[in-house]
């Protein structure tokens, strides 16, 4: 299984509307990507300050499933149309388990 973890910090200027927006549109992933096994995803819980403001958590059976995924169109718009217009920062990690 291939694990990938991606976050995010929000410009400051992106509007409540537009983080609903990158929301609503991953949760449509699933359906669309048969690859994605598991797909977890929301806004920090604002407990600790400095953390990232939203996280994405998707689970694969191997290294091709995440690169389907990672390749795939419809995730490519989501990323580009949603993500990219208010991204002011993203860290990821994919691992084994």
Not at 11 to 16: C, I, L, M
Request: hydrophobic share 40%; net charge negative; proline share 6%.
């Amino acid at each position: 299984m291939i694990r990938h973890v991606v976050l995010f910090t929000w410009k400051p200027e992106a509007t409540d509307e537009q983080k609903a927006a990158v929301a609503a549109e991953l949760a449509k992933l699933p359906g669309e990507i048969p690859e994605i096994r598991a797909y977890t995803f929301g806004p920090d819980a604002g407990i600790n300050q400095g953390n990232y403001h939203f996280a994405v958590v998707a689970d694969f059976d191997d290294e091709d499933g995440y690169r389907t995924y990672r390749d795939h169109p419809r995730h490519r718009a989501v990323i580009t149309e949603h993500i990219q217009p208010i991204l002011e920062t993203r860290a990821a990690v994919q691992f084994a388990y």
